[in-house]
């Protein structure tokens, strides 16, 4: 017999899904706007006593071990520019896999994944209205930030904003593999914390790789998000970036494609195993 429409439902179908699960979340954001006001400050919060320390160290108010890893002196721009990119990293792991355990503890996840969407489109879609809030409330953040601290790009914005959009469509390959190893653990607090914990600090959110011990420095290059930051503020700061920058876009143009394919394998697997285990909706 052949399928139905209904159980394949075509593309307008599945965008029109796509919209009204980023609907529902943008309601539920805004339904409690204290969310943004953390979002914003919870940020300037963390990185005040780094800008306090940066002083502690400077020499006549240049930061000079900090310039002869990184090429600037500006270290408060740097490090501004990895709090927003490390915002959109967090969007992403949380989007995905704490949005997998909320349905699981309200018992709808089977029931959900009952409908004819693809699952990886509703994951997707509980990360849009996260991306774009995080958008506002990082923009917001670095205006007060830049009040505050100071903030002095010296480069090209638009060629970093084009260079980041495909590291930010890579990590959703590392969100789809994140999800399914929530299906695996069925918990995602601890997984959440400590993945992106790692990601962050081993890509150079808040410093330059360089600085590393030499040990963890190829652990570091192996990331691919380690190249997506570097090359952000190789355009936007003029720092000196680890590998030339066409070098640094052209494996996150690679990577980009790698990682959505190899999550959505991980991801496809092993919520065949869990569904033929019984174990989807267990918490």
Do not use: C
């Amino acid at each position: 017999m052949q399928p139905t429409s209904l159980s394949q439902p075509n593309l307008r179908t599945q965008l029109r899904a796509l919209f009204v699960i980023a609907r529902k979340d943008w309601k539920v954001f805004w339904r409690y706007p204290l969310n943004a006001v953390s979002n914003i400050f919870q940020p300037i919060i963390w990185i005040t006593p780094v800008y306090f320390m940066g002083k502690a160290f400077s020499t006549n108010g240049q930061a000079l071990g900090f310039q002869a890893y990184s090429g600037t002196g500006d270290y408060m721009s740097f490090i501004l520019l990895g709090t927003i990119l490390s915002n959109f990293i967090l969007t992403v792991f949380w989007g995905m896999g704490y949005a997998l355990k909320n349905d699981m503890d309200a018992g709808v996840l089977e029931s959900n994944w009952l409908t004819p969407v693809s699952r990886l489109l509703m994951l997707v879609g509980r990360t849009l209205t996260s991306l774009l809030t995080t958008a506002i409330t990082s923009m917001v953040m670095l205006v007060i930030a830049a009040l505050l601290f100071g903030f002095h790009p010296t480069g090209n914005t638009l060629a970093a904003f084009l260079t980041a959009i495909p590291m930010l469509i890579g990590l959703y390959g590392f969100g789809f593999a994140f999800a399914a190893l929530v299906l695996l653990m069925r918990e995602a607090n601890t997984l959440v914390d400590v993945s992106s914990f790692l990601v962050q600090g081993l890509s150079g959110t808040n410093f330059p790789v360089q600085s590393l011990p030499s040990w963890l420095i190829p652990v570091a290059l192996a990331l691919p998000l380690t190249y997506g930051m570097d090359a952000v503020r190789g355009w936007i700061l003029k720092t000196n970036t680890i590998l030339p920058l066409r070098v640094e876009i052209a494996l996150l143009i690679v990577f980009m494609f790698f990682m959505l394919w190899f999550g959505s394998w991980i991801f496809y697997r092993v919520e065949r195993q869990v569904r033929t285990l019984g174990t989807l909706g267990q918490h």
